[in-house]
């Protein structure tokens, strides 16, 4: 299909949306026909999917050809390692009108934070795109809060039809969690510091909350050394009270570290650390009950206290092959996502997001409950002379009207500015499909 044909095709189908009343079934004499949603919905998904494989291949090109173009060796590498080095990201996340990702109280742990999830704001039609999506890319990204407050399962709940032209596959779920506290929490639910003197073991391991299956944990790689020693204490400890008090659970921890061949000891620090956990009930009365956890931590570069996105990306991409991620956030991701690419002024070649894919669903939580998309985002960020302006504004002798013109279009320069923006509206949401 010619992206004029699909154009015009789409085009068509938001008028028949736009008259359809807000049930948004279609209308034909008089009675609304499913399965003339259903086309609607497959169609507009297909649309949207096929631009977004099309910007992938684009950037494949595009990398490729810089990749080629250098002639000079010990450039060649730097732009390897910048430009080719890193996976797709495609940013996927749902909004309400207002911009909110999620209702929040200040108790992270109060359910209210639990019941806004982008599902649970996305009509069914933006769902199914979701999974689409999620079948698109290698691996679906969530920071270390989303992961523990929404418990995900991160996978693509979608169902094969006869006639789907597409393979289903779950993406690889990856969790930032510089300090591990948030797979601690779920895992403990407490977090342990092993540098304290009388450290209380837990004395269960609870691994059903996590859904997500075998997650990759980017970590510090102080982090992944902690935990790795918590779980050793774990295990030395569960053996001494199983004997005394014949404990109804036990605990198999297995723990596989890569190896680096060249027995580079600063290489080692970044390599994968794959741990199963296998937890066995014991059962009088009926087969023992045997559950198993498989989590592999990444460990990765810290800078500014939390991880380096570039040097995830990379490990993301050397260690693992993922060639395609989809960040569906939550807040402090989408928004460090975002500060790294303007850092240098939005250079194309350092910017680490590629596409973005918004839903906006027409409800509004306002500002007192609502959790903001970019709240952390800093679109000054990386400036020198960031607080020029400000200081000016101080002095008596400024006019007002000129520092708040110079701050506007210092403002208007730096605002973030998609390209190819396209929306497109499905079921009662809308869709915006764009490239940074
Ligand atoms: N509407 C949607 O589409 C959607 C999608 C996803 C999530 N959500 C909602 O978003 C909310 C959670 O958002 P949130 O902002 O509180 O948390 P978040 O973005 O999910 O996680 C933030 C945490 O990630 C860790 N992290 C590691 N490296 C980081 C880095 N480079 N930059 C930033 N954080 C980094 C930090 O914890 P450490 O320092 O401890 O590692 C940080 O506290 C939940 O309520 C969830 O339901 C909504």
Redesign the pocket.
């Known amino acids: 299909m010619t992206t004029a044909y699909r154009l015009f095709l789409c085009m068509l189908l938001c008028t028949c949306h736009a008259s359809a009343g807000p049930d948004n079934a279609v209308v034909q004499n008089g009675l609304a026909t499913s399965s003339s949603i259903d086309d609607e919905t497959t169609i507009k998904i297909k649309s949207i999917t096929t631009q977004l494989s099309s910007m992938m291949k684009d950037k494949r090109r595009i990398d490729k050809r810089k990749y080629q173009q250098n002639d000079n060796e010990d450039d060649m590498h730097q732009q390897a390692a910048d430009i080719l080095s890193r996976p797709f990201v495609t940013f ?4 309400t009108l207002d911009g909110m ?4 109280t200040s108790d ?1 742990t109060d359910a209210l ?2 019941s ?3 599902m649970l ?1 996305s009509c069914p039609e933006s769902i199914k795109l979701t999974h689409h999506l999620r079948n698109m890319h290698d691996g679906i990204l ?6 523990l ?2 418990q995900p399962r991160l996978n693509c709940r979608l169902s094969p039809t006869s006639t789907s032209s597409y393979s289903i596959e779950d993406p690889m779920p990856i969790v ?4 591990l ?2 797979l601690q929490r779920l895992l403990f639910d407490d977090i342990i510091s092993i540098q304290e003197e009388n450290v209380d073991i837990p004395e269960d391991i609870t691994i059903d909350k996590i859904k997500a299956h075998n997650p990759i944990i ?2 510090s790689s102080n982090a992944a050394k902690s935990f790795l020693d918590l779980l050793e204490l774990f295990q030395d400890q569960h053996e001494v009270t199983k004997r005394k008090k014949r404990n109804k659970k036990s605990y198999n921890i297995i723990v596989t570290k890569k190896i680096d061949e060249n027995g580079d000891i600063e290489n080692e620090l970044y390599l994968p650390i794959k741990i199963t956990l296998q937890v066995t009930t014991y059962n009088k009365k009926e087969d023992d009950i045997v559950e198993e956890l498989i989590v592999t931590l990444l460990p990765c570069q810290i ?1 500014t ?5 570039r040097h ?1 990306l990379h490990q993301l991409y050397n260690q693992f092959d993922i060639l395609s991620i989809m960040v ?9 996502f975002l500060n790294e690419c303007i850092v240098d002024g939005m250079k194309k070649s350092s910017k680490i997001v590629d596409c973005v894919c918004v ?1 906006t669903t027409p409800k509004v939580i306002g500002g007192k409950w609502g ?1 903001p998309i970019f ?2 985002l800093d679109i000054l960020s990386g400036r020198t002379d960031r607080t020029y302006d400000t200081s000016k504004k101080n002095k008596k002798d400024d006019k007002d009207t000129d520092v708040s013109e110079s701050f506007s279009d210092q403002m208007l320069n730096r605002m973030i500015t998609f390209k190819d923006c396209e929306f497109v509206s499905l079921g009662q949401d809308s869709i915006f499909l764009g490239r940074l």
């Open positions: 996927a996340y749902a909004q990702l999620a209702a929040t992270q934070t639990k806004t999830s982008n704001l969530v920071g270390g809060s989303t992961f407050l929404d930032l969690d510089t300090h506290n948030n980017c970590c800078h206290h939390k991880l380096d996105l995830v569906e956030g939550g807040s402090g991701i989408l928004s460090s839903t959790l709240r952390g």
